[in-house]
Each structure stands twice: as structure tokens, then as C-alpha cells.
């Protein structure tokens, strides 16, 4: 059975920087990519950043700039750097692994505030 195991949120000051990790457990097949989405209270669950496996990226436009994905796809591991962080990126942020199923991670909190 597969699990993604996501790491790396916390509570952080406005302009500060965070590092999210995600790694699988398990076998997974035909991976075609791997992203960040994130959800916060009261909004529907939106795309941040995600990677195919070919390297191609894209980003929401509200973290372009500021948030840089990255994967080893050799080790299904997929990270998101956040940097410039504001209060209106507090969510829970979710690891995304698409192949021939989705795969969730469970969640990491991440609070931007003074």
C-alpha cells in the first residue's frame, strides 16, 4: 500500500521561508508527476506548484517567484521551497503523486504570522 508521508511545515513570520518534503512509501507505477496543492480554511483545495516527471513545471500565479518545486523522481520524493512567505499562503498543504491513481499525502499546516 502506498503512503505519502509530507514534512517541513511549522509556523513561520511573514517574509520567512519554509521547505515541504514528501516521500512515498511503496511501490508506485507509471508516475507521470508529482505537486503541492493546499487548502485553507473555508476554500476549496487549489494547486501550488507541480513537476512531471519530464521536469516541466507550473505554478499558481499567486506563488510564482516565490515557491520553487523539485523532485528526485528516482526516489519519489517531490520538495517545495517557500520563500517571501505572507499570511494568505496559511493552509494545510498537500503532496500529490499522479499516475495511474492519485495519491495523497495526509497534510502539513503551514501558518504565516506575527
Known amino acids: 500500500q502506498v503512503q505519502l508521508v509530507e514534512s517541513g511545515g511549522g509556523l513561520v513570520q511573514p517574509g520567512g521561508s519554509l521547505r515541504l518534503s514528501c516521500a512515498a512509501s511503496?511501490?508506485?507505477?507509471?508516475?507521470?508527476?508529482m505537486g503541492w496543492y493546499r487548502q485553507a480554511p473555508g476554500k476549496e483545495r487549489e494547486l501550488v506548484a507541480r513537476?512531471?516527471?519530464?521536469?516541466?513545471?507550473n505554478y499558481a500565479d499567486s506563488v510564482k517567484g516565490r515557491f520553487t518545486i523539485s523532485a528526485d523522481n528516482a526516489k519519489m520524493t517531490v520538495a517545495l521551497q517557500m520563500n517571501s512567505l505572507k499570511p494568505e499562503d496559511t493552509a494545510v498543504y498537500y503532496c500529490?503523486?499522479?499516475?495511474?491513481?492519485?495519491?495523497w499525502g495526509q497534510g502539513t499546516q503551514v501558518t504565516v504570522s506575527s
Open positions: 500529490n503523486y499522479r499516475a495511474i491513481f492519485n495519491y
Open positions: 511503496g511501490s508506485i507505477s507509471s508516475l507521470s508527476g
Open positions: 513537476i512531471t516527471t519530464g521536469g516541466s513545471t
